[in-house]
């Protein structure tokens, strides 16, 4: 049962940040801290969304949040 619901708060937390990258405000998007990297490709997902026009980290902020969303419900449902 808990499996469940840590499964379900990781995928509301994905339906969180699809909502922040569309509704978010520009220049907190912009500001946001992405943190260190701890393998290569994490630092060539990290210096592709810092060096990024703003579009580009709304749609990468979405993938991520509907990636996260789509496993982590999955995982409710077949846990």
Do not use: H, Q
């Amino acid at each position: 049962m808990w499996l469940k619901i840590g499964l379900g708060i990781f995928a509301i937390l994905g339906y969180y940040l699809m909502a922040y990258a569309i509704f978010g405000n520009k220049n907190k998007i912009d500001d946001m801290y992405i943190g260190n990297s701890s393998s290569l490709i994490e630092l060539i997902l990290d210096l592709t969304y810092e060096f990024s026009p703003t579009l580009i980290r709304r749609i990468l902020l979405f993938l991520l949040g509907l990636i996260c969303a789509f496993i982590f419900t999955m995982g409710v449902i077949l846990a």
